[in-house]
């Protein structure tokens, strides 16, 4: 079973949610709740056990920030829910009918159980919610009945005939369920949105902000129904407040997220945003975390990775003030985080026009960037590490950028990140130091047009340490991307330097065609000897 193509909880990932990262004992005692209150409900038949209105389930998720719990709520039943269904799928296929039956009768419980707390809740259901509420009842209760006939025989073809029924309820249970989460959440964010628009209360709105934010870690299909909804509109609005300073911050942070669809960049074109940003960014009276949450939403309009990014007339317009302010962020930063979050910024700002590669060399960005790299604090890990070469990389393109970097030490710098190895072996940060790997070579082989820079290459051995890229894929940790970058750069470097390369490597790396050596190099597990 699948739910309906376009339904808002596709998006949803079944395994995990953000809002459930929990300790794992905590979790079980959550779902433990769960399961006791759906029990109940199936013998009670939903009645309360207790008249008294402040005998509430447990679940109950009573606190002054309703609208936060309200949305936690939905979205911890709706990934709950969602689980069930995944699983009835794969009973059903093994034809397992007294689990089919039990787990559906424990999704009727949930549904139900997940509409009468939300309601409790929410003041904001309309009369589309509650006919689709009803709907999605009625599919559930069917779903049971059919499941439960299903545990009463052992005819195959009856239960053939009945697993086809199976499957289209659960279709329709699918795509009822799909369509409240959706009306429901749409209704929360547009609460949240009266909130921010109407509310003097600091308290008030900042809890506002932070549900948006919580909505927005859940995926790609949240982050566009926030902004649909006019968040950004809203966000900026405050950001243009000097008496809302202190909710800079997490508006701010939300933007960033928000702003990772297109809906959220458009929406923000719109209101100007980009002058807004080199506002806070450039001003003085304004704290370094703030102006680091600015680098991060500039990080997240200028990726180069988003398909949908364009050119931004204003962007253009406030490039010189940006670039000038980030470049200042990154050379001050008290700490690696900030410090990573403004090279990023600077990284894909450098993908989006020449002019501010331009910009970064009359500004001495070589010089700040390669000393930050010296610098422990700043630049303590491989993601920040990948985001500086990423500048150095395409700086090297302009011709003027190689006596600098020659003069600031930059060529070992280069040579000694052809080396970076992961701290803790996860797959994030290996990806990381293969895009280090990648893009010193890419930075070298440029660089290397100029002979003084392939005089001093040479003289800190990278040539050898280009070999070892080539012919070992797990120093390269088996990276095509790497592989093609260095065999690029000893190539550049063979032209200044044949003899210091031994007949194999020149027979095997650099006078084949690059398709060949790639090739051969590939399919290599260990040398070529």
Not at 295 to 312: D, E, G, Y
Request: glycine share 2%; net charge negative; aromatic share 4%.
């Amino acid at each position: 079973m699948e739910f309906p193509d376009g339904s808002l909880f596709n998006t949803l990932p079944i395994h995990r949610m953000n809002l459930m990262q929990v300790d794992s004992v905590q979790r079980w005692m959550d779902d433990l709740l769960l399961m006791t209150e759906c029990e109940c409900m199936c013998i009670l038949q939903s009645k309360p056990i207790s008249v008294d209105d402040d005998s509430q389930s447990d679940l109950m998720l009573c606190s002054q920030d309703s609208s936060h719990n309200t949305l936690e709520m939905l979205l911890r039943r709706a990934w709950i829910i969602s689980t069930e269904l995944t699983k009835i799928v794969q009973k059903l296929e093994k034809n397992r009918w007294k689990r089919v039956h039990a787990m559906s009768i424990r999704t009727d419980c949930h549904v139900r159980s997940m509409i009468k707390e939300y309601n409790a809740f929410s003041r904001t259901s309309t009369d589309q919610m509650h006919q689709n509420e009803t709907l999605l009842m009625e599919k559930c209760s069917q779903l049971a009945e059919i499941t439960e006939r299903c545990t009463q025989t052992d005819d195959e073809d009856t239960l053939s005939s009945m697993k086809f029924c199976i499957n289209e309820t659960l279709t329709s249970v699918g795509q009822y369920f799909s369509q409240l989460i959706n009306l429901a959440l749409i209704q929360e964010v547009k609460g949240l949105m009266v909130e921010l628009d109407t509310c003097d209360n600091i308290y008030r709105m900042e809890s506002a902000i932070h549900s948006l934010y919580s909505l927005t870690q859940e995926g790609n299909r949240l982050c566009k129904l926030v902004a649909q909804e006019g968040a950004v509109v809203a966000l900026f609005k405050i950001c243009r407040q000097d008496r809302f300073n202190c909710l800079y911050l997490p508006a701010l942070r939300t933007l960033a997220s928000v702003c990772s669809v297109e809906e959220g960049i458009q929406q923000l074109e719109k209101v100007d945003g980009i002058l807004c940003l080199t506002e806070i960014l450039t001003d003085e009276a304004q704290s370094e975390a703030t102006k680091a949450e600015v680098a991060a939403v500039i990080a997240q309009i200028t990726s180069p990775h988003l398909t949908f990014t364009q050119h931004f007339s204003s962007f253009l317009e406030n490039m010189e003030e940006i670039v000038t302010a980030l470049l200042k962020l990154c050379s001050e930063a008290s700490s690696g985080e900030i410090c990573l979050l403004a090279s990023a910024a600077l990284a894909n700002i450098t993908f989006l026009d020449t002019i501010a590669c331009e910009m970064l060399l009359q500004m001495d960005a070589v010089k700040i960037l390669l000393n930050a790299c010296s610098d422990k604090q700043r630049v303590n890990s491989s993601y920040a590490r990948d985001q500086i070469v990423t500048i150095l990389a395409n700086l090297s393109i302009l011709d003027q950028s190689a006596w600098e970097i020659l003069e600031e030490h930059g060529v070992e710098m280069l040579i000694a990140m052809l080396s970076e190895k992961p701290l803790t072996g996860s797959l994030a940060e290996v990806s990381a130091c293969e895009r280090v790997l990648q893009k010193s070579a890419v930075a070298l082989a440029r660089l290397c047009r100029d002979p003084d820079i392939a005089q001093a290459a040479i003289k800190h051995k990278c040539i050898p340490r280009l070999i070892t890229l080539c012919r070992h894929p797990e120093e390269r940790y088996s990276s095509d991307a790497v592989l093609v970058a260095c065999l690029a750069a000893l190539r550049r470097l063979a032209v200044t330097y044949p003899e210091g390369i031994e007949d194999v490597d020149l027979q095997q790396l650099v006078k084949p065609r690059l398709v060949d050596s790639f090739l051969l190099c590939s399919n290599m597990e260990e040398s070529f000897v």
